[in-house]
């Protein structure tokens, strides 16, 4: 049997059910000048939010928030119990503006050995296990850092079959990064290539699926007004290029500009309330909105 290790533990793969694969329910990033533009830090608040979308029937949600985000396992799991949805948490780091001076200076083994410690054994003394790995790309260049974490968790997912999400800044970089990182024996069908729907163009995404890897398409809601018409029209055409269970969609609304319990816009909501009904009136059909939304996160999140 399958299983998805969330932060209260093992649940079985048919219990993940509708899935937000890409939020930010705690973050605390401080850019290099010291300035925290992200800052998600209400437990009440997104207790409300994660109600509003569980009431729709949302059941669960992923956690991208790595090391070097001001990532909080506590956190995360009291908010799982407060509302009874399953959270999965993330293991590994962002792009290399963010990634800790101490990780830099570590050898490849000690950085192998710290993910693999929190795999097994959960994040600092909380005993919360990961359910996912994480590397970030920035934009436009994958610095040498990036391109040596990449390889270390290669070696991970391999040992662990987990996720292996790639954060690529407003998109960019995807492609060489997905063949260094399959060159480099990452598991290919758990691969998730994150953002790259920032830049709308259809032919990148479809080459990306090409590989067989994942895409996320998680900025959904940045152009709410007109139900991200755009992206809705790039997942019909993969859909249509026979691609359907390549493709996750998500919101990324790891800031208060974003979330409704912090007078931010469109809200988590949005996705379920708004986006999935305009999708369904653009012809996607219920089944296919079903597979991209439960039975690929299901498939991918499970070991
Ligand atoms: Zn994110």
Same mark, same amino acid.
């Given at each position: ?100 001076? &101490? ?62 999400? +790639? ?7 995807? &492609? ?10 990452? +598991? ?7 953002? +790259? ?15 067989? &890897? ?78 991209? $939304? ?6 991918? $999140?499970? +070991?």
């Amino acid at each position: 049997m399958k299983y998805i290790m969330t932060t209260r533990g093992k649940i079985e793969d048919s219990e993940l059910g509708f899935t937000y694969e890409h939020e930010h329910l705690y973050t605390y990033l401080a850019q290099k000048d010291g300035a925290f533009d992200y800052e998600v830090t209400n437990l009440d608040n997104m207790e409300k939010d994660l109600k509003d979308i569980k009431a729709c029937g949302c059941n669960s949600i992923v956690d991208a928030s790595a090391i070097g985000m001001g990532r909080n396992a506590e956190f995360l799991n009291a908010l799982s119990i407060r509302t009874g949805m399953n959270v999965i948490c993330t293991t590994g780091f962002y792009r290399d503006e963010y990634i800790p001076d &101490v990780i830099k200076d570590m050898s490849d083994n000690k950085v192998y050995d710290l993910i693999m410690n929190e795999i097994n054994n959960g994040i600092g003394y909380t005993g919360i296990r990961p359910g996912m790995i994480k590397i970030g790309v920035s934009k436009d260049i994958v610095t040498d850092e990036e391109f040596r974490l990449g390889k270390i968790m290669c070696a991970v997912q391999r040992e662990t079959n987990l996720p292996f999400y +790639v954060h690529f800044t407003d998109g960019t970089c995807a &492609v060489e990064t997905a063949k260094y990182l399959i060159d480099s024996g990452a +598991v290919k069908e758990k691969l998730i290539l994150g953002h +790259v729907d920032v830049p709308k163009d259809r032919y990148y995404l479809e080459k990306l699926c090409s590989f067989g &890897v994942n895409v996320s398409m998680d900025k959904f809601g940045r152009d709410y007004n007109n139900h991200d018409k755009n992206k809705v029209d790039i997942v019909k055409y993969l859909i249509g290029k026979g691609y359907l269970n390549r493709i996750l969609v998500g919101g990324d609304m790891g800031n208060t500009k974003y979330l409704s319990s912090y007078s931010g816009k469109p809200g988590l909501d949005y996705i379920i309330k708004e986006l999935i009904p305009y999708m369904i009136n653009m012809g996607i059909n219920k089944e296919d909105i079903k597979q991209i $939304f439960e039975g690929n996160p299901s498939r991918i $999140f499970s +070991v």
